[in-house]
């Protein structure tokens, strides 16, 4: 006797909250900042001086590597010089946490419940989403352990920040930082 169990796997992104009218762009997030947090909006800004104020929020985790260093290190030379490798670490540490609370306030802002539900979803499948909300739990009914949530979930736990990423690391922004240095000396 064989028993055959048919169940689907989605790979849902931010389209799947866009089509359920959510606010969830990153464009949304920076009309968020701009509105309720004005002085870390143009301290973002400030970190990427790039022409277009919305060439950020376009690709917003792929620019996140695209911090101005030359421009930060121009406008604070003399303080970076005398910054060690682990207080400039700590710097972009520091960014990076405010930058996170700053979006898990604006995530716990979405309003879930006023969307509505118009698709067939299992709750008997699985689900792996890189979205930040809770639209499968709250309006779809499917059970927390058939959802992997790639980023967390900040809107069903409080204390935890959602995973927001670049690509870089330490070592590549010490090498910009160094490259920078040798043009300026």
Same mark, same amino acid.
Request: proline fraction near 3%.
């Given at each position: 006797?064989?028993?055959?169990?048919?169940?689907?796997?989605?790979?849902?992104?931010?389209?799947?909250?866009?089509?359920?009218?959510? =606010?969830?762009?990153?464009? +949304?997030?920076?009309?968020?900042?701009?509105?309720?947090?004005?002085?870390?909006?143009?301290?973002?800004?400030?970190?990427?001086?790039?022409? *277009?104020?919305?060439?950020?929020?376009? +690709?917003?985790?792929?620019?996140?590597?695209?911090? *101005?260093?030359?421009?930060? &290190?121009?406008?604070?030379?003399?303080?970076?010089?005398?910054?060690?490798?682990?207080?400039?670490?700590?710097?972009?540490?520091?960014?990076?946490? +405010?930058?996170?609370?700053?979006?898990?306030?604006?995530?716990?802002?979405? %309003? &879930?419940?006023?969307?509505?539900?118009?698709?067939?979803? !299992? =709750?008997? *499948? %699985?689900?792996?989403?890189?979205?930040?909300?809770? &639209?499968?739990?709250?309006?779809?009914?499917? @059970?927390?352990?058939?959802?992997?949530?790639?980023?967390?979930?900040? !809107?069903?736990? @409080?204390?935890?920040? @959602?995973?927001?990423?670049?690509?870089?690391?330490?070592?590549?922004?010490?090498?910009?930082?160094?490259?920078?240095?040798?043009?300026?000396?």
């Amino acid at each position: 006797m064989t028993i055959s169990i048919k169940m689907k796997l989605y790979i849902i992104g931010n389209g799947f909250d866009r089509a359920h009218q959510l =606010p969830t762009s990153y464009s +949304d997030f920076a009309r968020y900042l701009n509105e309720s947090q004005p002085e870390a909006y143009q301290r973002i800004g400030l970190l990427y001086n790039h022409s *277009d104020e919305n060439w950020l929020w376009k +690709d917003y985790e792929a620019n996140l590597s695209n911090i *101005d260093i030359d421009g930060c &290190v121009e406008k604070r030379i003399d303080n970076w010089n005398t910054l060690s490798r682990h207080e400039i670490e700590n710097l972009f540490d520091t960014l990076y946490h +405010d930058l996170q609370q700053l979006f898990h306030d604006w995530i716990n802002t979405i %309003y &879930v419940d006023g969307c509505m539900d118009f698709l067939n979803l !299992s =709750p008997d *499948d %699985y689900y792996i989403t890189f979205n930040y909300t809770n &639209v499968l739990e709250r309006k779809y009914h499917i @059970p927390r352990n058939h959802i992997c949530y790639i980023h967390n979930d900040t !809107s069903n736990q @409080p204390y935890l920040r @959602p995973v927001i990423g670049h690509g870089e690391g330490y070592k590549q922004i010490e090498t910009r930082v160094l490259l920078h240095q040798e043009r300026v000396t």
